[in-house]
């Protein structure tokens, strides 16, 4: 139980950097801003159909890679309606432009990723931060400023949210609006929150019986960085300082963590790419009795200049044999 006695001895020290966080542009507080504006989220003052783009300039971006998980806007109209769409599209794209080009096309030419595609039903709350939802994510690069782009049409209800001044914005209204190529450039953008992570672990592949389960491991700071991936039956969690681990410390995770199924548990430890990527899988022996059984799984990353020799830590996610 040798790798067990090592897990808990890192553990029981860890004091690591939050793996979430929020970038409020330009603050975390949903209460205030420059003003309250329609556009984009009132359906009425946009007649159902829109397209938005604002511009966050580096200088507000943190300045270190994050994986963008959701946005949440700062409602000012207080008694907001659902603003419901037959199709939202949100699209994320890296730009090194200061200004944004009455060309919307323009503004998303590198790293454009479409992270919401469908119909939404966007809640808004007096004065709190409404998140939208995002159903997929955006790895920021830390270098760039952002784009973030918002159409939807067939929409009814909405609110107003605050805005900034001098934060750029781009945006059409009306019948057309949802296609629209180009439209009106000002400086008055919406006061808009990133929900951000370090450290992201997916889960893909046949999860059955002789299948391979893919963990795809992601900590967008720490490229080049040692990685060890862990697995348990149980989720914890496992108390950590003020955070916590999300695995038990039971005879799965020191089998995993200390190699002894080499042939199940491959790529457990390892180095991720200059990309902060790497992958670990799950070989299920095939024998139809593991079926029904629940496995969580984390991973941590390593860093001799971090406190204590750690830099990240993965929530934990769930594989169910099928």
Sequence with gaps: ???????????????????????????????TGAACNAIPWSSSFMT????????IPVSMMGGKPV???DISFACCTPSPANLVATTLTITIAHTTATVLSSTYASNLAKDATVVFNGKATFTGVYQKWAPVGLTGTF???GTDSLVIEIRYT???GG???????NLGKGYSRGAGAFTATSGSVSTSGLKVQLNTEDTILTLSGAANPGGTVLLDLLAASDAGLTYQVGSSFGKGPIAIGSRKLELD???LLDVSVGGKLPTIFKGYSGKLDATGKGQAQIVVPNDTRLKGVRIYNAFLTLDVNEPFGIASISDSKLLSIQ
């Design 249 to 251: 410390l039971d005879l």
């Design 67 to 69: 994986v963008i998980k």
């Design 48 to 55: 159902g159909e829109a397209c938005y783009q604002t511009l």
């Design 139 to 141: 790895r920021y690069n």
């Design 154 to 156: 067939g929409a009814t």
């Design 159 to 165: 609110f107003s949210c605050y805005r900034v001044n």
């Design 1 to 31: 139980m040798r790798s067990i006695v090592l897990l808990v001895s890192i553990l029981s020290i860890l004091v690591a950097s939050a793996a979430a966080g929020e970038i409020g542009v330009p603050d975390n507080n949903p209460t």
